[in-house]
């Protein structure tokens, strides 16, 4: 049973552009969440995803969108990207959008912006 | 907003010491996870706390949760090597029925042999 999975694992980018990351959830979880984790912090949510749907956002600017498809599969994209999204972004899957489930995370992509 | 505080930031014990990192809420809580990051990896998820009071333990490690479900507690009796790592409590955005995790601080464990 593959756990959640993430691609890229690293990624190097330039000031301005934009990126895209990937979220493959564990199998039967329909939930997807990405968060946003700085060297030395805890994670910080960036939004969820449920049905397609963005259904919860974090304090995040609107340069943080994404997707989920319908094989519950989801895509973060940045725009115009600053140093300051350098991090390690996690995705999280849970097996419904309700109250108290664990969270399983990725390994994460971490980021680089240069 | 709401915050959730964890201390200390940063333990350094030797192996065979006893360890616990505290975790206090902003707000009233429906539940707290606990997660622990090895350096260089990923949150893994370690128990869910629902009740208030309630006491779980996992061999060597005990949580609580506070009776007015506020704060929270790590107890890791005995440390090894392999309890190295960073911990961070979460809980749920507004205290509510979601899936929003709001994470502590974090307690970075370092355990000498």
């Known amino acids: 049973d593959a756990g959640v999975t993430q691609s890229p694992t690293h990624l190097i980018k330039t000031r301005g552009q934009q990126v895209t990351l990937r979220c493959s959830p564990k199998s039967g979880h329909d939930t997807v969440s990405w968060y946003q984790q700085a060297l030395g912090q805890g994670p910080q949510f960036i939004f969820q995803y449920y049905e397609e749907e963005e259904r919860q956002r974090g304090n995040f600017p609107d340069r943080f969108s994404g997707h989920q498809f319908p094989n519950y599969s989801s895509e973060l994209n940045v725009n115009a990207l600053l140093l300051g999204d350098s991090a390690l972004y996690l995705c999280?899957?849970?097996?419904?959008w309700g109250r108290g489930t664990e969270a399983f995370f990725g390994q994460g992509t971490r980021l680089t912006v240069v | 907003g709401q915050q959730v505080m964890q201390i200390p930031q940063y333990q350094h014990v030797q192996e065979g010491e006893d360890f616990t990192t505290y975790c206090n809420s902003s707000?009233?809580?429906?539940?707290i996870q606990w997660y622990k990051q090895r350096p260089g990896g990923h949150p893994v998820f370690l128990i869910q706390l629902v009740k208030s009071g309630e006491v779980k333990k996992q061999k060597r490690l005990t949580f609580q949760f506070g009776e007015a479900k506020k704060n929270s507690s790590l107890h890791i009796t005995a440390t090894q090597t392999t309890d190295v790592g960073t911990y961070f409590c979460?809980?749920?955005?507004?205290?509510?029925?979601?899936?929003?995790?709001?994470f502590g601080t974090g307690t970075l464990l370092a355990v000498q042999p």
């Open positions: 707000t009233t809580l429906s539940n």
């Open positions: 999280a899957s849970s097996l419904i």
């Open positions: 979460a809980g749920p955005k507004d205290g509510g029925a979601t899936n929003k995790l709001i």
